[in-house]
């Protein structure tokens, strides 16, 4: 299979898995190679980093925007240091560097790395009437359905009216136009509280945000839970909140919840975590696993009780924050959960009700809302339930059974009764036994101990870039260092973690490329994991404030990436020639600032930008023009 066809008659185009077998993050070959005009904007951002770092030379601050801030809400400066602040000596070496760049780039028609079939497709099928390729969720891959199949699956969620309503232009207007006084009120009342960054942030964001204020509603497809009675695929519901009104403020909700998310008893960071957690347990003989999973718990997070059980806990527990602060989230939690405005195709829409997968602050949100009702049952339920952890919407336990098998089953039917009185939200819980699937682990009971394994979804179709993608070499390299470290730290025997590499490396080959490829890759892969493993906790950490070190003494040059452009060794070699160390010049890293400060520079980095893949070209999250329009169907179908 190159793609999942979710057509009821099976009708999408048979030629469609000739362009989405390629994987929709293939990189179709842009029809140009990078010329000089094209390299004035990454002159422009070069010139200005590099007199930067000049300038702040031995500063361990470069400044109140510069910085490195440990909020990411801070709007950057465009000063840029003039002239007369600049070594004369700065000025000449970044000149001459990009002359000499300007000598290699030159702007050309290029190969394509299509087919002129999937070309015709790739030109065609974006803008096509009856057929949309959304995505499957759990990235497992695209799929093809109906426009009006869409259509009715989006409105199946739209339409229930505990949860949505919809507006009309002119009363969705009013809405952001209250959204936004609200949000300036609570930036003029807290701006000391938040601090001059974040202020700014939010300002900025918020404005910019205005001439479309409101979000796109889309849906992923769960092909993982099989399709339903109805005939129907489930489907999950995501509202991206990117160019909606609280999209900054939401931003500086979730940096507010994420240290009361962080020590919620339950919570765990990753499957890392998860995986050194479990390796430590030993277990009674007759313990059991189990997992549940949450039904649709984003929108089915009442608002009312989860912002005021919320509000509670932050003013009575939390003792990090000033009165003043957390007044503020609290406020601001309100703005941002009660006004998810946004719209699909040519309607307009509010969610009363719940949360949208998409908003910033929604997972650390959700994990709170019912650590707080764990807060009772888990110590209630403590001889039963030895050991519990949730990610969001799926917990993951260790029960110990009543040697009684009927009480046993009778308690098992009352703890997970007590899992579902919380404000409406339901829970499936599986029965208890001795292996279970749980996020990307298997996870199974072995001798009195958890052994783990990696889990890999039936319906994934492994779409790996092939090698044919306009992606830079890194990209492929990153590709197997990750999964091979990956495979590694989760896999609890050897010989698992050999079968598993084995596999990614027989569906790398099946995707295009060679053994003599990345054959040499795969050693280094298992090196590089073997040293990370290694490592103490001591040694990760001073290995990763090595890092952040070395960021102070080099610069980035950006690009957009092009496989015919000159390659990147190529523009390390002019660096090194024209400004790192010059023939008969001093090296770079012992040049002076204006200060007398020798700036330390020695590294180049080239960070590459991508051009766009198939998914950007075939989203559906504005559909608006494409087919009948929704408002039209809506009449219809309702």
């Known amino acids: 299979m190159a793609f999942h066809d979710l057509t009821p008659d099976q009708s999408a185009p048979p030629n469609c898995k000739q362009l989405f077998g390629l994987g929709t993050k293939f990189i179709p070959t842009p029809p140009k190679t990078t010329g000089r005009r094209d390299l004035a904007r990454s002159y422009e951002r070069f010139d200005r980093d590099f007199r930067l770092k000049v300038y702040f030379a031995g500063d361990d601050d470069l400044g109140p925007a510069e910085s490195d801030h440990r909020s990411k ?37 290029a190969t394509t790395n299509i087919t002129p079939l999937q070309q015709e497709l790739l030109d065609t099928l974006p803008s096509d009437p009856t057929f949309l390729f959304p995505e499957a969720d759990k990235g497992l891959g695209p799929c093809a359905v109906k426009f009006t199949q869409y259509i009715e699956d989006v409105l199946v969620h739209l339409c229930d009216k505990e949860i949505y309503e919809q507006l009309s232009e002119q009363e969705a207007a009013l809405h952001t136009d209250l959204v936004h006084t609200r949000i300036t009120d609570w930036l003029k009342r807290y701006k000391h509280v938040i601090g001059t960054h974040a202020h700014k942030f939010i300002e900025d964001h918020t404005k910019n945000n205005l001439s479309s204020p409101f979000g796109q509603f889309y849906i992923l497809y769960k092909i993982h839970k099989g399709i339903g009675a109805n005939g129907k695929w489930p489907t999950r519901p995501v509202s991206s909140d990117v160019t909606s009104l609280p999209h900054a403020l939401g931003k500086w909700v979730t940096e507010a919840l994420t240290p009361i998310q962080t020590v919620q008893p339950s919570y765990f960071k990753d499957s890392f975590e998860l995986k050194t957690l479990l390796s430590t347990l030993k277990l009674p003989s007759t313990a059991l696993l189990f997992t549940a999973d949450a039904y649709s718990m984003y929108t089915n997070i009442k608002t009312d009780p989860a912002l005021e059980s919320i509000a509670n806990h932050i003013r009575s527990n939390i003792n990090s924050m000033g009165t003043n602060k957390k007044e503020a989230l609290i406020e601001a939690m309100d703005i941002v959960f009660r006004n998810n405005l946004f719209k699909f195709g040519d309607t307009f829409w509010r969610q009363k009700s719940g949360t949208a997968m998409g908003t910033p602050p929604a997972p650390p949100y959700a994990t709170i809302f019912f650590a707080l009702h764990e807060h009772e049952i888990v110590p209630k339920w403590a001889q039963q339930v030895i050991f519990y952890k949730r990610f969001i919407d799926d917990v993951l336990g260790v029960w110990l059974p009543h040697p009684d098998p009927i009480h046993n089953e009778h308690l098992w039917k009352e703890f997970c009764s007590d899992m579902d009185k919380w404000h409406g939200l339901r829970w499936k819980c599986e029965t208890p036994s001795r292996s279970v699937d749980f996020m990307d682990l298997t996870i199974t009971i072995v001798n009195n101990r958890l052994e783990t394994t990696l889990f890999e979804k039936a319906m994934n179709l492994y779409l790996y870039l092939p090698p044919h993608s306009s992606h830079p070499r890194g990209v492929f390299t990153g590709l197997i260092f990750g999964q091979v470290l990956r495979i590694r730290r989760l896999c609890t025997h050897k010989r698992d973690a050999d079968k598993k590499v084995l596999e990614f490396f027989n569906r790398l080959l099946a995707r295009g490329h060679t053994q003599e490829s990345i054959g040499p890759l795969f050693d280094k892969a298992e090196a590089n994991a073997q040293a990370y493993m290694r490592l103490t906790t001591t040694e990760k950490e001073k290995l990763k404030q090595q890092k952040e070190t070395n960021a102070q003494n080099q610069v980035f040059l950006h690009l957009k990436f092009h496989p015919s452009d000159p390659q990147s060794r190529e523009i390390q070699r002019i660096w090194r020639e024209q400004v790192l160390q010059p023939e008969g010049e001093t090296p770079l890293p012992e040049m002076e600032n204006i200060d007398g400060v020798q700036v330390g520079l020695n590294k180049l980095v080239i960070a590459y930008s991508r051009p766009l893949n198939l998914k950007n070209r075939f989203s559906v999250r504005d559909i608006d023009g494409r087919g009948e329009s929704v408002s039209k169907h809506l009449a219809q179908w309702s």
Request: aromatic share 16%; proline share 8%.
């Open 73 to 109: 809400l801070y709007v950057k400066s465009t000063w840029t240091p003039p002239d007369q602040l600049t070594p004369s000596w700065a000025i000449t070496r970044v000149n001459r560097f990009f002359r000499k760049l300007h000598e290699i780039f030159k702007r050309s028609d």
